[in-house]
């Protein structure tokens, strides 16, 4: 027999009754306890009449509206909202509170979600279905993305449709259908990235040049600070002072900004980019590239690989039992390259740590006058070719 219940977080009373064999929860839209009873008897009678096949969504929809009616409570208590809405909704609202580099994360896997379902996004939220989520995940798979980056979007997407199923619009989630989903294991040794020679660097900054004058930059940039690809790709004239001589890189996986000291070679660069564009404050410095994702067939990871393939940089080896193919060298070995350099040239490990950020140092503003020149000469030692 049908019962009503309370949930937390939700001000209606929420129906609960037996459906093939399955105990179903949901929302009844309203807080009065009679009618809402009502909608939970109603709900198990179309229940057992739609599995014998006599009985529509409309046609149920009909039934519980004209209960709420009856009541004269109307009918905008169980109106779900269509997908697009609820997660654009669900969006807006978790992207205050979290880190730069999370929102990029939550807003890419909303967005290419509602991009996969096209024209279904406009059908209430309850027209998706475990297909729909297992056909996500393949199609982030079929388009080259790691393993990890299809596990954060499906996290993502899962804790969204779970609030649906908290707000009683949907009995069930469908993402939990690719929940015990495991990340594939290598089955080679570890793999390790390696750093370019000085030679190298040169020879993919040319390369990048003949590409365009975006990707040009980014290398540069890469080259002389050792900053993760998106940073590379998501700096603002804003972010350079060319009369104090630095550069600030906001590193969207930490969260964190750090003031770099510009390399002679980084700073010619910029300011003949600057002379060519112009350098209004808000603007991207590399517009074609700042919105683009890393991963994807096309996506910037790719398009670096062509980048080593153009100068005749090799990408070593391959790993091996992964869905991605996990290469020794890409851009992330401009990284390595440049903290080598850094050690090469007998900068301390400290020093070494505050330039690539990979110490908790909260933020940089604290830096003495002594700290910055001792990172700007550490920096103008770092010579390639």
């Known amino acids: 027999m049908a019962s009503i219940h309370r949930r937390p977080r939700s001000p209606y009373w929420h129906g609960a009754f037996r459906h093939e064999g399955r105990l179903v929860l949901r929302s009844t839209g309203t807080t009065d306890r009679a009618v809402a009873l009502r909608i939970a008897d109603e709900w198990e009678q179309i229940a057992k009449q739609t599995t014998a096949g006599t009985y529509t969504e409309s046609q149920t929809r009909e039934v519980i509206a004209g209960i709420l009616r009856r009541a004269n409570l109307g009918t905008h208590g169980v109106k779900p909202p269509s997908v697009g809405e609820f997660l654009n909704q669900w ?7 979290i880190a730069s580099g999370s929102a990029w994360s939550y807003r890419k896997a909303i967005t290419g979600f509602l991009e996969y379902l096209e024209s279904k996004t406009g ?3 309850g027209a998706v279905q475990p297909v729909d989520a297992r056909g996500y995940a393949a199609a982030l798979n079929n ?3 790691a393993p990890k980056t299809v596990s ?3 996290k993502v997407l ?4 779970k609030q649906a199923v908290l707000d009683g619009y949907i009995p069930n989630n469908p993402f939990d259908a690719i929940s015990s989903v495991s990340k594939p294991k290598a089955t080679s040794a570890t793999h ?11 020879m993919l900054q040319d390369a990048a040049a003949r590409l365009s004058p975006d990707w040009h930059t980014v290398v540069v940039v890469g080259s002389y600070t050792g900053a993760r690809l998106r940073d590379c ?9 060319m009369a104090a001589h630095r550069l600030v890189i906001h590193q969207l996986k930490t969260g964190r900004s750090i003031e770099m000291p510009l390399h002679p070679d980084l700073q010619a660069h910029l300011e003949n980019r600057a002379s060519v564009v112009g350098d209004r404050p808000a603007e991207w410095i590399t517009p074609s590239l700042a919105e683009m994702e890393t991963g994807g067939a096309h996506g910037l990871s790719r398009q670096f690989a062509e980048i080593m393939q153009d100068a005749g940089v090799s990408q070593g080896k391959t790993s091996q039992g992964t869905r991605r193919r996990q290469n020794e060298r890409g851009f992330h070995s401009l990284r390595h390259t440049f903290i080598s350099a850094l050690a090469s040239a007998d ?21 003495t006058h002594t700290e910055f020149e001792q990172l700007a000469g550490a920096v103008r030692g770092v010579q390639y070719g």
Do not use: N
């Open 152 to 154: 954060i979007y499906t």
């Open 192 to 202: 390790r990235r390696r750093g370019f020679t000085g030679q190298e660097v040169r």
């Open 123 to 125: 059908r209430p939220i």
């Open 347 to 367: 900068v301390s490990s400290e020093l070494r740590m505050k330039l690539s950020g990979h110490a908790d140092l909260k933020s940089h503003s604290g830096y």
């Open 143 to 145: 388009q080259s993305y």
């Open 158 to 161: 899962r804790a969204a449709f």
């Open 91 to 97: 969006l807006k609202s978790k992207l205050a509170g």
């Open 233 to 241: 790709c998501r700096l603002r004239w804003e972010d350079v002072d």
